[in-house]
């Protein structure tokens, strides 16, 4: 698949939005978000602190529904500001990302 340069010179996939996910999970020393846009990995992608509490990651992707869970400092958790969530197999529930 071609890559375009964004104005900042990363590339991106054509097709692909950039989306930021932020949760506030409150104090933690590690954030990590997992789930359909990472296969399910366990590095998963980390979220950087910010100055306003809340963590945060970029992530570029295709339009459509992703659902994702978060591990703090190793405990799976759900991020607060998810709007729509879906029973898993675990009996917990996953966060839904929706990319338009």
């Given at each position: 698949?071609?890559?375009?340069?964004?104005?900042?010179?990363?590339?991106?996939?054509?097709?692909?939005?950039r989306?930021?996910?932020?949760?506030?999970?409150?104090?933690?020393?590690?954030?990590?978000?997992?789930?359909?846009?990472?296969?399910?990995?366990?590095?998963?992608?980390?979220?950087?602190?910010?100055?306003?509490?809340?963590?945060?990651?970029?992530?570029?992707?295709?339009?459509?529904?992703?659902?994702?869970?978060l591990?703090?400092?190793?405990?799976?958790?759900?991020?607060?500001?998810?709007?729509?969530?879906?029973?898993?197999?675990?009996?917990?529930?996953?966060?839904?990302?929706?990319?338009?």
């Amino acid at each position: 698949m071609a890559k375009a340069k964004t104005p900042t010179g990363a590339t991106k996939a054509p097709g692909r939005k950039r989306v930021t996910l932020v949760a506030n999970v409150g104090t933690a020393r590690e954030v990590v978000a997992t789930g359909d846009f990472t296969s399910w990995s366990d590095e998963g992608i980390p979220l950087k602190s910010r100055p306003d509490g809340t963590w945060a990651a970029s992530l570029q992707l295709s339009p459509g529904e992703y659902q994702y869970r978060l591990r703090v400092d190793g405990r799976w958790e759900n991020n607060p500001a998810a709007v729509r969530r879906a029973a898993n197999a675990f009996g917990s529930e996953n966060d839904i990302l929706t990319v338009v």
